[in-house]
T-cell receptor
Framework: DAMVIQNPRYQVTQFGKPVTLSCSQT?????MYWYQQKSSQAPKLLFH???????NEADTPDNFQSRRPNTSFCFLDIRSPGLGDAAMYLC????????????FGPGTRLTVL | AQSVSQHNHHVILSEAASLELGCNYS??????LFWYVQYPGQHLQLLLK??????LVKGIKGFEAEFIKSKFSFNLRKPSVQWSDTAEYFC?????????????FGRGTSLIVHP
């Protein structure tokens, strides 16, 4: 089945130790998103790719970066995780435009010790 | 910037009760509106959406939502809930603002349905 896959599902890192979360899709969708979701809060958009065009939200910390080497893969790099970065990280895709339906992966739960 | 409000954070119902979850947004321009659902242990998935046309839209599993432009609202309804409707429900708005297309989510409503 075509889908959005996130690895790993659970990630534990130490304070300040860089971590990379990955997302892949078999849907061949044009748009890919990264969200941060903390408990009882709305998913917060960090950035998105419209094809190869990278869009960083104004309030996304510089500590967060992203790469999209090809259509299928997208990575979220956290350079120096702090305790406040512990959250669920959601990857999503949209077929053609940024106002389309989003298709979500299962998320990666990040714990920072 | 767009904001989305879901006023009911936790809702507890018995089976067969009627459901209405509120969603209001702030931006008054052209918007696409969505309700997503997250069942326990599963990923977020689309429940229904409104892009244009009939403001009353029907989704999966008997859910429907009504877009009322004058009230900036997109409330979700179901006449008779089932135990299997227990889930987290998120309202989301995609709007074009200054050339930027930013999907904005509400904080979600946790629905528990007792058998």
């Amino acid at each position: 089945d075509a889908m959005v896959i996130q690895n790993p599902r659970y990630q534990v890192t130490q304070f300040g130790k860089p971590v990379t979360l990955s997302c892949s899709q078999t849907l061949n969708h044009n748009v890919m998103y990264w969200y941060q979701q903390k408990s009882s809060q709305a998913p917060k958009l960090l950035f998105h790719y419209y094809d190869k065009d990278f869009n960083n939200e104004a309030d996304t910390p510089d500590n967060f970066q992203s790469r999209r080497p090809n259509t299928s893969f997208c990575f979220l790099d956290i350079r120096s995780p702090g305790l406040g970065d512990a959250a669920m990280y959601l990857c999503a895709t949209s077929p053609f435009s940024r106002v389309d339906t989003q298709y979500f992966g299962p998320g990666t739960r990040l714990t920072v010790l | 910037a767009q904001s989305v409000s879901q006023h009911n954070h936790h809702v507890i119902l018995s089976e067969a009760a009627s459901l209405e979850l509120g969603c209001n947004y702030s931006y008054g321009g052209t918007v696409n509106l969505f309700w997503y659902v997250q069942y326990p242990g599963q990923h977020l998935q689309l429940l229904l959406k409104y892009f244009s046309g009939d403001p009353l839209v029907k989704g999966i599993k008997g859910f429907e939502a009504e877009f009322i432009k004058s009230k900036f609202s997109f409330n979700l309804r179901k006449p008779s809930v089932q135990w299997s409707d227990t889930a987290e429900y998120f309202c989301a708005v995609n709007s074009a603002s200054g050339g930027s297309y930013i999907p904005t989510f509400g904080r979600g409503t946790s629905l528990i349905v007792h058998p």
